[in-house]
T-cell receptor, first 111, second 115 residues
């Protein structure tokens, strides 16, 4: 499958600051890059995704950027709030419909 | 309004036992997946099914098999459980050949401990 690397593994930010998580992937044929959020004890849920024909996508306080040439994509969370504390996973599609996930980033928002 | 249901939240089995993990979705999705979640390793794909009786290996299929006899049900089988299969197992489904085809809906997970 696809090799997806995600950094950092943990991230602690002050409430109101921004958080950035970065991922790289190996297969240049990948065209779909979602981000999932998993709150403690809950199932992962899609928060935003981007396809390769778009360089950036925003949804309120979250945004994702994609650089296909460099094979990396990033999640940006602005004005962080306590409810943003969770584990975030990036993923890249390979084959038909299959997703390979990064190892995850544990984000802690300090009040 | 749970849409992907995993039959067991917690299981404790002994080494060598046969283990069945069941997953049912009620969204008429074509695709179903079994992932394994371990700290520091993220979610790793074990098997994928795109249709009834059809399956494809994921990244870590060794020691596992799957069964999809009906569209809504996808089972993960550990023929002879080993301690290194102690993990959280997540089932997921996605629509398939329609818009939003890649969006995964996950079940709540089955935490398996093999002693």
């Amino acid at each position: 499958g696809e090799n997806v690397e995600q950094h950092p593994s943990t991230l602690s930010v002050q409430e109101g600051d921004s958080a950035v998580i970065k991922c790289t992937y190996s297969d240049s044929a990948s065209n779909y890059f979602p981000w999932y959020k998993q709150e403690l004890g809950k199932r992962p849920q899609l928060i935003i995704d981007i396809r390769s024909n778009v360089g950036e996508k925003k949804d309120q306080r979250i945004a994702v950027t994609l650089n296909k040439t460099a094979k990396h994509f990033s999640l940006h969370i602005t004005e962080t709030q306590p409810e943003d504390s969770a584990v975030y996973f990036c993923a890249a599609e390979w084959g038909d419909y299959k997703l390979s996930f990064g190892a995850g980033t544990t984000v802690t928002v300090r009040a | 309004d749970v849409k992907v249901t995993q039959s067991s939240r917690y299981l404790v089995k002994r080494t060598g036992e046969k283990v069945f993990l069941e997953c049912v979705q009620d969204m008429d999705h074509e695709n179903m997946f079994w992932y394994r979640q371990d700290p520091g390793l993220g979610l790793r794909l074990i098997y994928f099914s795109y249709d009834v009786k059809m399956k494809e290996k994921g990244d870590i299929p060794e020691g596992y098999s799957v069964s999809r006899e009906k569209k809504e049900r996808f089972s993960l089988i550990l023929e002879s459980a080993s301690t290194n299969q102690t993990s959280m197992y997540l089932c997921a489904s996605s629509p398939g050949s329609v818009s939003g085809a890649n969006v995964l809906t996950f079940g709540a997970g089955s935490r398996l401990t093999v002693l």
